[in-house]
C-alpha cells in the first residue's frame, strides 16, 4: 500500500521529466500519470491536470454522469470535487502498444457535490494513450471495489 504518488494532502504534482521517462517502463509511466492525477486534484493543481489529462478525456462517474476535461477541471478547481489523500491499494495496467489499460484501486478521501468528506475504496478505470512519448489519460471510469 502506498500514497498515491507519495505524500499527502498539499504535494506537488510536476510533470516527469523527459529524462526521467526515458528511463522508465511503459507500465511504470502509465502508473505515474495516475498518480500525478491523484496529485493535481488533491492539490487543485490546474496545470498539472491538464499534463496528464488528454484534450479528449472523460470521466465517468459512478452515478453514470459524463464529465469533459474542462468541466472536471473546473469542477476541481472550485471545489464541486475535493480530493484529500489518496493510498493506493493496487495498481494494474495492461499494455497494448500506444494504448493501455490501467486499473487503480485506492483508498480516496474526498468531499464531492457538496456531500460530507468521507473515504471510498475508489476503483479508477483509465484509457491511455502515447503521444509523442508520453502518457496521457484519455477516460477514466470511477466505482467501488
Not at 21 to 28: G, L, V
Not at 99 to 112: I, N
Request: net charge neutral; with cysteine.
Amino acid at each position: 500500500m502506498t500514497a498515491c504518488g507519495g505524500n499527502r494532502i498539499g504535494s506537488g504534482a510536476a510533470p516527469i521529466e523527459l529524462a526521467e521517462q526515458r528511463k522508465m517502463s511503459d507500465e511504470a509511466l502509465c502508473k505515474a500519470a495516475y498518480r500525478a492525477m491523484y496529485r493535481a486534484m488533491i492539490a487543485k493543481d490546474a496545470d498539472a491536470l491538464n499534463e496528464v489529462l488528454d484534450d479528449s478525456f472523460v470521466l465517468i462517474h459512478m452515478t453514470g454522469m459524463r464529465q469533459p476535461k474542462a468541466a472536471f477541471v473546473q469542477a476541481v478547481l472550485n471545489g464541486t470535487l475535493n480530493y484529500f489523500t489518496c493510498e493506493d491499494d493496487s495498481v494494474e495496467v495492461i499494455l497494448r502498444g500506444d494504448t493501455a489499460d490501467l486499473a487503480g484501486k485506492s483508498r480516496v478521501s474526498a468531499a464531492v457535490f457538496g456531500g460530507g468528506r468521507h473515504t471510498w475504496r475508489l476503483q479508477q478505470d483509465l484509457t491511455l494513450i502515447k503521444r509523442q512519448g508520453r502518457w496521457l489519460i484519455t477516460r477514466s471510469e470511477a466505482g467501488t471495489y
